[in-house]
């Protein structure tokens, strides 16, 4: 079985991930994640989404460990 | 000079006063000292450092500490730094390793940590060394080194890494080999119990038990959010409600609560906190020039006392730092609240670093306040020392951020990025810049008649640097021109250098001086060569390269050996060895390839036992005492005992080995290590074989002859020769003795007298081959005089029973009768030898054979240990090597197979 999704995957390349906090971030945070939009969630998680490439993806993640945040979960999302 | 130690790194966080005692965790941390490593990993503010630093004050071990930051990426100061921890434990550790670090010729990882684990295992008593803040580690080779250290760690040491992350180690193995001890997050959080006591007894509240439940299981025990809650909390007056609104929160914990804190403060508190946020490290005086403001100091203390998340990094309170946490969370609102203020307040604290001596910390922060000129001038100003300590990785991180327009307008500046990029092996990139900086030299050399001035555009800081800029380049440029092989251009930038450089700058004199005579050698001019390359050694070692004059006696062996003076080639070993031992470091580098180099000697006098002796020392002294090459010299040296014992096939494989371990340098390859395999190859009668190697390398007999193909000519002269000796066809010896002339010739021009001897054995043996012995004994009798006053053996007896025949008919004509009498005993002692596979591959150790001599009696493997004085692991590898030579898979066939050798 071919797997034509992944032969797309290419570190350069930017796609649009969804990196999912618990806890609601504090606006003038934006700046630590820029190119990323905030969203607060009702249940008290922080939605941070938008198009990175790899290389950005790790800044953001050590960012977050830096911050001590709990990271729920990740995923790529369809870019349209 | 030595790298500046930050010693505020090395300081073991006092515990504070009044701390939650955590006697689990104590326990756990205890047990965890028998085993290697202790893992501290849980996300920032778990108390990680707390808890090791309050376990460290209890702990009956000596502990040496080292909290770890951006710039340990550097792998030169994240070595130094972690001797100068461990020197805190043991003051005379790792003076070898500091002065390899500093030594101009890279040195190899494995090698510096080996020394240290061997010095380590000296250590008398146990100890603890503990890495903090690992986590800011994401160079692989600190990952490697400490996975070396890891597998090797001698019983004394126990090592405990506290990390926001797992590092790159082997985790799962240790885990299973019983390593390793772990205390993560859910290990860390506060119990109930023990939040109710920090709450109440540390930060001195009175919280009522379903208070401290609900703050708990709010922060769910997270140590850094009870700490925040516990400072919005002092001093309010309805703290239920506080309580209830925090719970009932969806917010971050650190925002809310640092907003919640902040909000509490006065102004010139809030401003304090915020403006040195940007700041690693905190200091009274640095702060007021950050902030403006006055009594920094007092400032930092009353925040300490008040439990701000302050950490002091010394004794006498003289510098802190902020919890990471507090710090990231501050320097996020003070981008916010105040955006246009960074840049000013970064370049503040460069201004004041650089007034007080820190450059690194005045660079880095002139970086963040992107003020690339400032940046650039103190970069500038900074080489000289960060060449001397060799931190080549720093000043290429520094250089990589600044914009390359302002780079290439700083000619000192760009040359000191060449030696940047040089050092760390990107000669294409290093040659660009050097451009950059030649093209100021050329306009200023211009326009001198005309203007006075420097030419428009151009930056210069450091006017000392500038004024040798000159030379520097040329040294750069030399040394660019021999790692790529050209030598004529390394040869004119040396001669340039030399032109240049002042009478007392040995280090650039002698460096230039020695590449003009490896470029002598490898002309083969070897008179000038010696001479030139001697010199040069000698400035170099005016210079404190002492490593690298042991180093450069190979070299003047080599020459000496080509000339024909084996005796002075001795000397020039013995000289090397010396060297070493004279600065009190037996395993100084180089040791072990002055014994490779004085066996090979032996060996050519048919010493064959000695010769053998000298390759095991140069192993027992381990591969830090070599240089890169001697893994390959040394079975090369091997292989040619194994050839005069008659062992060819043993011969091809050692050398096959070689081949693949061959490293080049700045010598010329004047012995390649496939023409010897031809030459054993030829010895099998495996012409096909070495036609082919002919072939390849497109040899033949109307070559143009230099001495860099010396050797490979006179190789194809053997092939050739044997040839006839099978087809007997008369063209291909005339052929051969016409190449054999004109190399005779060609050496006595060059006056290589080692050559000029073998080049006469094989004339005298063409001749031989076509009956002619009266001829064939004038070109040998020519080479035993050459050879005679040198001892030389083996350059005879290696060409076995022919050679041996007309020795004979030679001692008949009364020809240097002695001497020949001495050369034919060589050869009744081969003959003698019964079993020449009985010597193995790879020869046992010392310490290797005590091994054996115990895994020869009843003992067991634990009590065998305890015989040696060495852990069980050890034991292991010992036993492990041993089999692997033996070619076997357990003891009994190890003792068997080593009686059969007669080994024990």
């Given amino acids: ?80 | 000079m030595n790298m500046p130690i930050l010693a505020t790194k090395l300081y073991i966080p006092v515990p504070r006063t009044k701390a939650v005692i955590r006697p689990r965790l104590m326990d756990r941390l205890n047990e965890g000292l028998d085993r290697k490593l202790t893992l501290i990993s849980a996300s920032a503010g778990f108390g990680k450092t707390t808890l090791v630093s309050e376990w460290v004050a209890g702990c009956d071990r000596p502990v040496a500490w080292l909290s770890l930051d951006a710039g340990d990426n550097d792998f030169t100061r994240f070595l130094t730094h972690l001797v100068a921890a461990l020197q805190t434990i043991a003051e005379n550790i790792g003076g070898s390793v500091v002065s390899a670090l500093q030594s101009p010729q890279p040195q190899p990882i494995d090698s510096m940590l080996t020394i240290l684990l061997n010095e380590i295992s000296a250590i008398p008593n146990k100890f603890v060394l503990v890495l903090d803040d690992y986590h800011v580690v994401d160079a692989k080779m600190i990952d490697d080194a400490l996975i070396f250290f890891l597998e090797h760690l001698p019983p004394q040491m126990h090592l405990v890494i506290a990390t926001r992350e797992n590092p790159q180690l082997p985790l799962g193995r240790l885990r299973a080999r019983g390593h390793l001890t772990e205390l993560r997050a859910a290990d860390l959080r506060f119990t109930p119990g023990e939040t109710a006591a920090f709450l109440n007894q540390v930060m001195g509240l009175s919280l009522a038990v379903e208070d401290i439940a609900v703050l708990e299981t709010r922060t769910e025990g997270w140590i850094a959010g009870l700490q925040l809650a516990a400072l919005s909390i002092q001093g309010r007056e309805d703290i239920p409600a506080f309580i209830r609104a925090f719970a009932g929160h969806n917010r971050y914990i650190l925002d809310y609560l640092v907003e919640e804190v902040l909000q509490r403060q006065p102004d010139h508190v809030r401003s304090f906190l915020l403006q040195t946020s940007i700041l690693d490290r905190l200091h009274g005086p640095l702060c007021d020039a950050v902030t403006g403001q006055k009594e920094g100091n007092a400032r930092l203390e009353a925040l300490e006392r008040g439990n701000f998340f302050l950490v002091p990094l010394d004794d006498r309170r003289r510098w802190y730092r902020y919890h990471h946490l507090f710090a990231e969370v501050l320097s996020a609102h003070l981008r916010a609240d105040q955006p246009d203020q960074v840049a000013a307040l970064h370049r503040r604290a460069s201004m004041w670093h650089d007034q007080h001596g820190s450059p690194a910390d005045a660079i880095r922060h002139a970086l963040a306040a992107e003020d690339f000129k400032r940046a650039a001038d103190l970069v500038e100003l900074a080489l000289p020392a960060m060449q001397r300590n060799r931190q080549e990785a720093s000043v290429l991180g520094w250089l990589k951020a600044l914009p390359d327009k302002v780079v290439c307008c700083r000619p000192v500046l760009s040359a000191g990025y060449a030696w940047a990029l040089l050092s760390c092996d990107k000669t294409e990139a290093a040659l660009d810049r050097l451009r950059d900086a030649e093209r100021w030299l050329e306009t200023t050399a211009d326009s001198r008649e005309r203007l006075e001035a420097p030419s428009a555009g151009m930056v210069v800081v450091d006017e000392a640097a500038f004024h040798g800029l000159p030379g520097t380049i040329a040294l750069y440029r030399a040394a660019h021109a021999q790692a790529l092989g050209d030598i004529p251009a390394a040869m004119k930038y040396a001669r340039r250098v030399l032109d240049l450089v002042p009478e007392d700058d040995h280090l650039r004199r002698g460096s230039a001086t020695a590449l003009l005579g490896l470029a002598s050698w490898t002309n083969g001019d070897l008179e000038s060569a010696y001479r030139t390359f001697a010199d040069g050694m000698a400035n170099v070692q005016a210079a404190g390269g002492i490593s690298d004059v042991i180093g450069g006696s190979i070299a003047l062996a080599e020459i000496s050996i080509a000339q024909g003076r084996l005796r002075q080639a001795m000397r020039d070993y013995e000289r090397g060895l010396q060297l070493a031992i004279e600065q009190g470091d037996p395993l100084l580098r180089g040791t072990a390839d002055m014994y490779v180099g004085m066996s090979e000697l032996c060996r050519e006098r048919d010493d064959l036992h000695t010769a053998a002796q000298h390759l095991l020392k140069s192993k027992d002294q381990g591969e830090q005492a070599g240089f890169p090459q001697n893994r390959y010299r040394w079975r090369v040296a091997m292989a040619r005992i194994r050839e005069a014992q008659g062992d060819l096939d043993g011969a091809l494989n050692l050398l096959h080995e070689a081949e693949l371990l061959y490293v080049s340098n700045f010598f010329p390859n004047v012995r390649p290590i496939a023409a010897l395999k031809t030459r054993v190859r030829v010895a099998q009668g495996r012409l096909g074989e070495a036609f082919g190697w002919a072939r390849e390398h497109g040899l033949s007999v109307r070559d143009d002859l230099s001495y860099l193909r010396e050797f490979e000519h006179i190789t194809l002269a053997r092939v050739l020769l044997a040839r006839y000796k099978s087809d007997r066809a008369h063209l291909s010896v005339l052929e051969v003795l016409g190449l054999l002339e004109r190399l005779l010739q060609a050496a006595e021009e060059g006056a290589r007298t080692g050559s000029a001897i073998e080049i006469l054995i094989l004339q005298a043996l063409a001749q031989q081959m076509q009956g002619a012995i009266p001829a064939a004994l004038v070109p040998l009798e020519r080479g035993l005089t050459l050879a005679e006053p040198e001892g030389y053996v083996r350059i005879f007896a290696d060409e076995g029973q022919p050679m041996e025949a007309l020795l004979k008919s030679a001692l008949k004509q009364g020809i240097a009768r002695n001497y020949v009498r001495r050369l034919l005993a060589a050869f009744s002692k081969i003959e003698g030898k019964t079993s020449v596979n009985q010597v193995l591959s790879e020869p046992l150790s010392e310490r290797e054979r005590d091994v054996l001599r115990l895994l020869r009696s009843d003992l067991s493997g634990p009590d065998i240990a305890r015989e040696l004085g060495v852990s069980v692991n050890t034991l292991r590898t010992h036993t492990k090597n041993i089999y692997d030579k033996l070619e076997v898979n357990n003891r009994r066939s190890a003792v068997r197979r080593a009686e059969k050798l007669d080994l024990l």
């Fill in chain 1, 1 to 80: 079985m071919t797997n034509h999704q992944s032969s797309k995957t290419d570190a350069s390349e930017a796609f649009v991930y969804q990196i999912r906090i618990k806890g609601h971030l504090g606006p003038w945070r934006s700046d630590w994640f820029e190119g990323l939009t905030i969203r607060l969630e009702e249940n008290g998680d922080t939605l941070l989404a938008g198009p990175v490439d790899q290389a950005a993806l790790y800044g953001f993640l050590r960012k977050i460990r830096d911050l001590g945040m709990p990271l729920l979960s990740l995923e790529r999302v369809k870019s349209d």
